[in-house]
């Protein structure tokens, strides 16, 4: 028996060795370990010898047929390696510096400017508005205490239509709609927090610094105890959160009919740090946004009683801010369909990376 | 406008202070300083000197040999100006004394030599004066720095004119001086002024034909003048405030304007009888005194000797009346006229004055009589002999009336968030000008007539006036105590948002913003018909006269001018268009979505698939819902009269699709071809949303089946549709199109139908049954298996 096995084990281990392909393997299996194989029928032989020697005929067999077994799979494991190196060598080297041709789509600067700056009021608890571009003189003028006579009302500045109506200057034009759309809320004791963005027009002539159609985003806040002190702070977190880092403000008197007090708020300058450089024309201040309290005849108009409401309200123009954030010098380029300057503006995030709280 | 430290040192004291940060706690107070001029720094060594003698050059025509004593000792000077006589009192810088133009050194001039320079006021930065040296007009002895006596080193500043648009009183240096005062709590010293004492009976006659427009008309009459030429210090000062010195009379009209910001006219007390001050009966001309003939409309108002014109009221007076260097008497106007009827004539005009431009701010009219008083005492403080020859005209037409407010602390802390003492409040307010009385908690204020014409009127004003002094920068900065609610953007915001990321990110759109009017020029190079609706009355251009009824004209526009941008590209835009007008006669305005495609890389009918598809996926991201595109005849010329269709959905058209008619698609590109989309967004937004419904997976195996149809002309896929929809099978889960084909003029057309069902695996008899309805359906509108 010894010697059968002996001779089988030597058949295997030269046949195996010859193997090249998973597939000789398999055949190798079924010709040694099959039903037919000499396995079987060194196994079937078992039944003629001595039952004192069966058990160790027993072990011989198993031994080959373990040896068998163990010699297939490492062959196989062997020769799935070679494959899978030969399929390595084999392979195509990929240029990854190679260049992809790739379309992509673009938004408009405002887009983008605008949607950052409303997700910062978003986040302080402001709803967004939108409004028409088509108003009446009232909504544009006399809801906001600009009297009949006043020059911003003069054919050279506004556009007029023949319905009428005229092209809204500026989007203080939605103050006296949106006021009354959120009265309800401030009757119940929720304040009024909005912001609305639009387009504007004035009647100007255009040059590099000029456009008679621009974008402007207006914001108010109307609760009982509103004060200064309150709008410096908004402005202030707004600001800060825009140009992210903390900017520095400061309040000059200003005009404007439909606040009072009325304010210039200025930044100090964001390239010399209040230095002076030619950016600030030396005085380390960039005028940025008009703002104040608004006036009690705006909260009157909409219905609002100005004894026991105060509010405030901020224009902040977004084509400046858009020119500003991405250093465009003509403001002809956001009108001017050019998607040879327009297709830069894909969906740029400009959130730094927030650091690692130790 | 331009303002001298030195005058406002007139009226309050400023000694010890840091100038500069005064100037900085202005612009943080009151107005923009936009600039500061440091006058003088550039002299230095300029001294009287007194010409001794005068010898001719014997080598020059022009130039004199002068001997002049600088006060240590006698100059050799060579001089080419033309006004040298011996003994005049002039300028002189000694070699190593400084002027504007440079360092004085010695230098030899056509071959003698000279030890300074005698100079004219043009040359000491002191006016614009070349003509001649300037003469010393005071008592100094020789030497004397000319900085001692006159006003040279001085520190100007100007004032951002917009940001005074709405203080009237600021328009001269007393108002500035005041708030000066305000800002250092220092007093404000009162002007000087004449009493106008006069023993006759003479006064000149004013009527007033317009009381709508005048507010109030004073008049004086002063003569025995003999000096024709104001003070170097006074012509100093007015040169460095912008102005020039021309003459006496002149000048001191200019001088009380920027003093106190009352413009005044000097008339040629000659050229006036009576005064009538009255719009004309009809149009007429009129020559000012720069020599201007003006068109004067009957809504214009004027200032008349009787009948004849002498100037246009609070603009600019006449030629005819205008004061010369020998006037001797004049009549002095201190008017005051309605803002808006000034700032309406001078725009009319296109005539602007210095005066003007202040009557347009709604001056008080308080000042007329001060500044006739003041300009009379300056006058005789000037020229000693002049005498007040009438009595005060006063026609004080109509008055503004007194303003009173009354507020409480609890009001200013309200307003202002933090607790400013009421010594403060007081003091702030009396500084400036209020009249200011405690009643228990109220403060009863006064608003002085120079802040009453139309600046401060309620509570609020009367705040800005406490804080702004107070300084915006010891304001605290602190958050609102107002409760949280929940944020929403508006639908048509969110919605508006969506499409654009849409179109954006999944099709690889540019997002342009194009103008709201139409430009004939650009419709025209496209073959495009401005349609008739809503007109801008007043644009630059007429061209651009009519509001946009369609967003896609526009984006055509823009595509025609990008078409060397890409082979293939698309553009989108949401905007506003006036869609006609209402029935109440206001314009339309809709939001609409415009989006051209253009490409010259696919056929036409490609791109118009394309653009179905967005269509579809605009409808499909946002609603959930498949929009229904149907043919419809195009409401626009440049529309394709077969290849337009309409947009709906739930019944509700809501756009067009369309490829262009053949002659504007011609026009735009030869080679390209291009697809529009409009859609109306304020619809689209009233379309609801389906919600998704989640159903669990079929575990059952699913069959397809294909069947290739012919096609007929005039079918179109969604009457095929009906053919397996009516069926009405839950087992039918899609229909594909898997192949599309023409041969010999016939289309044909491979749809894969989807079968599957929950409960349990098909036999093919049962679907086998469905295909032969379908196609029972099918062959009843004309459609067969394809061979």
């Known amino acids: ?358 | 406008m331009f303002v001298s430290i030195n005058w406002i040192k007139e009226y309050v004291d400023l000694s010890g202070l840091d100038i500069k940060k005064l100037i900085n706690s202005f612009t943080l107070a009151t107005a923009e300083v936009e600039d500061i001029i440091v006058k003088g720094d550039d002299l230095r060594d300029v001294v009287v000197g007194e010409i001794l003698s005068i010898e001719n050059h014997p080598n020059s025509k022009k130039l004199h040999l002068l001997k002049v004593d600088g006060g240590d000792r006698i100059y050799d000077v060579v001089c080419g100006a033309p006004n040298v006589r011996e003994n005049m009192k002039i300028a002189f810088v000694k070699a190593g004394g400084r002027v504007p133009a440079g360092e004085i050194t010695k230098a030899t001039v056509a071959g003698y030599e000279s030890e300074g320079m005698c100079c004219s006021a043009f040359e000491l930065g002191l006016s614009d004066d070349k003509a001649g040296l300037m003469e010393i007009d005071v008592d100094a002895p020789n030497g004397t720095n000319l900085k001692d006596i006159y006003p040279i080193d001085d520190i100007i500043f100007e004032v951002d004119n917009k940001s005074l648009t709405n203080r009237p009183d600021l328009w001269g240096h007393y108002g500035i001086a005041r708030e000066f005062a305000a800002l250092t709590d220092r007093e404000l010293k009162p002007l000087p002024l004449s009493d106008l004492a006069y023993d006759g009976d003479n006064k000149i006659k004013v009527t007033v034909g317009r009381p709508d427009l005048v507010y109030r008309y004073s008049c004086v009459k002063m003569d025995n003048i003999s000096k024709n030429t104001s003070p170097l210090s006074m012509q100093i000062r007015l040169y460095y405030c912008g102005m020039r010195g021309i003459n006496l009379l002149a000048d001191l009209t200019n001088y009380i304007m920027l003093e106190m910001g009352q413009p005044t006219h000097a008339f040629d007390a000659n050229k006036i009888d009576e005064i009538v001050v009255d719009t004309p009966k009809e149009d007429c001309k009129f020559i000012t005194l720069d020599n201007t003939e003006r068109d004067i409309t009957t809504d214009t108002l004027l200032i008349q000797n009787g009948s004849t014109p002498v100037a246009i009221a609070g603009i600019m007076g006449g030629l005819d009346s205008e004061i010369v260097g020998d006037t001797n008497a004049v009549v002095l106007e201190c008017a005051n006229f309605d803002g808006v009827s000034v700032r309406k004539s001078s725009s009319r005009l296109g005539l602007r004055t210095d005066a003007s431009a202040r009557y347009e701010k709604m001056l008080d009219p308080e000042m007329t009589v001060t500044a006739a008083k003041r300009f009379a005492y300056l006058l005789q403080d000037i020229d000693k002999g002049a005498r007040v020859a009438s009595l005060l005209t006063d026609e004080y037409v109509r008055k503004y009336p007194e303003i009173e407010i009354t507020f409480d602390k609890a009001y200013v802390d309200k307003y202002t968030g933090i607790d400013i003492f009421e010594e403060r409040i007081v003091k702030t307010l009396t500084a400036l000008g209020f009249g200011v009385a405690k009643d228990g908690e109220s403060f009863n204020v006064k608003v002085p007539s120079f802040r009453a014409t139309k600046d401060v009127t309620i509570k609020a004003d009367i705040i800005e006036e406490i804080t702004r002094i107070y300084g915006y920068d010891n304001f605290s900065i602190i958050t609102t105590k107002s409760p949280l609610k929940p944020v929403k953007s508006s639908p048509v915001r969110s919605q508006s948002n969506e499409i654009k990321d849409i179109l954006v990110k999944h099709y690889n759109l540019h997002e342009v913003h194009s103008y709201i009017w139409c430009d004939v020029r650009k419709y025209k190079k496209l073959g495009i018909e401005v349609e008739d609706n809503v007109k801008v009355l007043n644009i630059e251009s007429s061209d651009n006269g009519t509001i946009r009824n369609s967003m896609i004209p526009t984006l055509l526009n823009a595509v025609s001018e990008n078409k060397d941008y890409s082979e293939s590209f698309g553009i989108f835009e949401i905007g506003r268009v006036a869609d006609g007008v209402k029935d109440d006669g206001t314009a339309n305005e809709r939001r609409r979505l415009g989006v051209v495609l253009f490409d010259k890389t696919v056929s036409e009918k490609d791109l118009f698939y394309k653009a179905v598809s967005i269509v579809n996926e605009v409808f499909s991201q946002i609603k959930h819902k498949a929009p229904v595109l149907s043919k419809v005849s195009p409401a626009h010329a440049w529309q394709h009269p077969k290849n337009t269709a309409s947009i709906a959905c739930d019944g509700v058209t809501l756009g067009s699709i369309n490829t262009l008619h053949p002659a504007n698609a011609q026009k735009l590109d030869k080679n390209g071809v291009a697809v529009c989309i409009e859609i109306d967004v304020d619809n689209f937004v009233t379309v609801s949303g389906n919600n998704i419904s989640f159903e669990e997976p079929s575990s059952q195996q699913s069959t397809y089946y294909d069947l290739s149809l012919v096609m007929k002309n005039g079918v179109t896929f969604a009457q095929l549709s009906e053919c397996w929809n009516s069926l009405n099978l839950a087992e039918l889960n899609s229909v594909k199109v898997i192949d599309t084909y023409q041969k010999d003029g016939v289309n044909s057309l491979t749809v894969r139908l989807l079968f599957s069902a929950k409960d349990r695996t098909l036999e093919m008899d049962e679907v086998q049954a469905w295909i032969d309805t379908i196609l029972a359906n099918l062959k009843n509108i004309g459609i067969e298996l394809r061979a």
């Open chain 1, 1 to 358: 028996m010894l010697e059968k096995a002996q001779a089988l084990k030597a058949q295997f281990e030269e046949k195996v060795n010859g193997a090249t392909v998973p597939a000789d393997l398999e055949q190798l299996r079924i010709e040694f370990l099959g039903k037919k194989g000499p396995i079987s029928s060194l196994m079937g032989e078992l039944r003629n010898i001595p039952n004192e020697q069966k058990k160790e005929a027993g072990q011989i067999i198993n031994d080959v047929k373990q040896f068998i077994e163990e010699a297939i799979a490492n062959k196989r494991t062997e020769l799935v390696k070679l494959e899978e190196e030969r399929l390595i060598n084999s392979a195509e080297d990929y240029d990854v510096t190679f260049p992809i041709d790739e379309v992509k789509g673009s938004y408009h600067p405002i887009t983008l400017v605008q949607r950052e700056v409303e997700d910062i009021f978003a986040g302080m608890g402001f709803s967004i508005e939108d409004y028409d571009e088509i108003v009446d003189d009232y909504h544009c003028f006399e809801a906001l205490n600009i009297p009949k006579h006043h020059p911003a009302r003069d054919m050279q500045d506004t556009y007029y239509l023949s319905t009428n109506q005229l092209l809204k200057t500026h989007t203080s034009a939605a103050q006296n709609a949106i006021l009354k759309k959120y009265t309800k809320e401030l009757e119940a004791d929720r304040p009024i927090r909005v912001i609305f963005p639009g387009r504007c027009f004035r009647n100007e002539k255009i040059d590099a610094c000029h456009e008679n159609t621009f974008f402007q985003m207006e914001g108010v806040m109307v609760d009982k105890d509103i004060s200064i002190s309150n709008l410096i702070y908004f402005m202030k977190t707004m600001l800060s959160e825009v140009f992210q880092r903390d900017i520095t403000v400061r309040l000059r008197p200003g005009f404007f009919p439909f606040v009072e007090p009325g304010f210039e708020l200025d930044i100090q300058c964001l390239i010399c740090g209040g230095d002076g450089c030619p950016s600030c024309k030396d005085s380390g201040w960039l005028e940025l946004c008009p703002c104040g309290m608004i006036h009690p005849n705006v909260l009157t108009a909409a219905g609002l009683d100005p004894e026991k409401y105060t509010g405030f309200a901020f224009g902040l123009g977004l084509t400046r801010l858009a020119m500003m954030r991405y250093g465009i010098k003509d403001i002809r380029v956001f009108n001017s369909c050019n998607l040879k300057s327009l297709s830069q503006f894909e969906n740029a995030t400009f959130v730094e990376p927030e650091k690692e709280v130790k």
